[in-house]
């Protein structure tokens, strides 16, 4: 157990150093415990290190971004976003606006996508306003990464949780007679926009409508409506007795996914008579995300077959004692703190099967109800990374962004933001999930 616990603090301290190399990081890794696995070490030979990948994940997200992509081409999000921002009277309120519009878009799109879609548009308004767009960028970034924990298609931690736990779009609305964690979501939305409201009191500004965008293909739009559509559908499919059928039953939202983004490239290239469209589609593939993600499924199931979950797991019982609400006032601040600096994919995936094994190690050895950890940990690792301008890909999304118009962006300038928005934001959530799913 000891090499493997060695190992992967090696990879994760090596993840955090060389960032642009993560993915290679953790296809090394995988190597090195498909190696020891298959040598004695511990029993995790070739073909269960393969088994251990979620293939349903990988589909599912190279899908979506595929979708995203030709939809933000299209230019509609532009133009909804102008829409949005017509009715409201100054700066202060626009500002407020995109964020939530923001936030919207993302609990159905991934988070960097959506920093991609509204950013245009809040650099625009800063632009004829004269305000520096630092604020307003960064006001956008935090509030989609708030919003990726609503749905099982928000961020790739939402669908990491939905594959582990065994839930379909819905349960994250309403699950067993109980409300779900997107309503704790959208509570912590509504009280963090009070926040930005406060930050911008002062931009009373009024908003000029300028030139509206054009909506170039109103297809891309529908076929991101249809997915969602067909997601919650896949999720009342009765799940096959075994052979391929239950195979196909484990890829369905993957399959979805992959069928309805090849289905739009295809169309889009017939319709521009050429391949441009599928090479933009492949440009915006995020391969590091699925690399990483690929590699990591192979680590963690080294670490699980060694014994190192379990250690973790012990761990957590010790310090939290038999007290649930420790218990998950732990996770839900450790993962606050953590994932302020490292990237919450592989910190959620490492931390589902601990967060498993610690529910049901609870109540001496007789166990409890997960969902309350696991929405503590999901709630917890999507907002930390909103403390700092690291710890979220759309936050670095932004920076890029506004660096590239020549803005620079200082450290105070992203706490002075994200610090109130993520502690009103983890406040809200922390308190309702813990009053609906709390033991």
């Given at each position: ?56 994940v990988l589909l599912m997200i190279g899908g979506t971004m595929g979708i995203v992509s030709l939809f ?90 939905g594959n582990f736990a065994g839930m379909n779009f819905l349960n994250f609305f309403w699950m067993d ?214 710890g979220a890909s759309a936050n670095i999304a932004a920076i890029g962004i506004l660096r590239k118009h ?34």
């Amino acid at each position: 157990m000891l090499v493997a616990l060695v190992l992967f603090l090696l990879t994760y301290v090596l993840m955090l150093c060389f960032s642009q190399a993560r993915q290679f990081i953790a296809l090394g890794s995988a190597l090195i415990f498909v190696a020891l696995g298959s040598s004695g070490v511990y029993d995790m030979p070739l073909p269960a290190a393969l088994h251990a990948v979620d293939y349903n994940v990988l589909l599912m997200i190279g899908g979506t971004m595929g979708i995203v992509s030709l939809f933000i081409q299209s230019g509609m999000p532009a133009r909804l976003s102008e829409l949005l921002i017509a009715k409201v009277p100054n700066v202060q309120w626009a500002v407020a606006a995109l964020a939530l519009f923001a936030g919207f878009i993302s609990a159905f799109v991934d988070n960097v996508a959506t920093v991609l879609m509204v950013a245009p548009v809040g650099l625009e308004i800063s632009r004829k306003m004269k305000i520096s767009p630092v604020p307003v960028l960064i006001a956008i970034s935090v509030s989609s990464n708030l919003q990726g924990a609503a749905t099982l298609v928000g961020d790739t931690t939402s669908i990491l949780l939905g594959n582990f736990a065994g839930m379909n779009f819905l349960n994250f609305f309403w699950m067993d007679g109980k409300p779900g964690i997107f309503w704790g979501v959208e509570l912590g939305a509504v009280v963090s926009a009070f926040v930005l409201l406060f930050l911008f009191r002062k931009e009373k500004q009024e908003v000029h409508s300028g030139i509206p965008t054009k909506v170039q293909d109103r297809f891309p739009t529908f076929l991101l409506l249809l997915t969602v559509a067909l997601l919650i559908a896949a999720s009342f499919l009765p799940q096959p007795a075994g052979g391929w059928a239950a195979t196909l039953y484990g890829l369905r939202n993957g399959v979805i996914c992959m069928v309805l983004c090849l289905f739009g490239v295809v169309r889009a290239c017939l319709r521009a008579k050429s391949a441009a469209p599928l090479m933009h589609v492949l440009g915006e593939l995020d391969t590091d995300t699925l690399l990483l993600l690929f590699g990591l499924f192979i680590v963690i199931a080294g670490i699980q077959a060694a014994g190192v979950i379990d250690a973790i797991a012990n761990l957590f019982v010790r310090v939290a004692g038999d007290n649930p609400f420790v218990l998950y006032t732990l996770i839900v601040f450790a993962s606050v703190g953590l994932s302020a600096f490292i990237d919450n994919i592989p910190y959620v995936a490492t931390m589902l099967p601990v967060v498993q094994s610690v529910a049901a190690m609870m109540h001496n050895g007789a166990g409890v109800a997960p969902y309350v950890f696991y929405f503590g940990l999901l709630s917890g690792a999507t907002l930390g990374g909103n403390l700092t301008p690291i710890g979220a890909s759309a936050n670095i999304a932004a920076i890029g962004i506004l660096r590239k118009h020549g803005e620079r962006v200082t450290t105070r300038d992203f706490l002075r933001i994200g610090v109130p928005f993520t502690l009103a934001a983890v406040a809200a959530g922390y308190a309702y999930i813990w009053f609906v799913w709390g033991i």
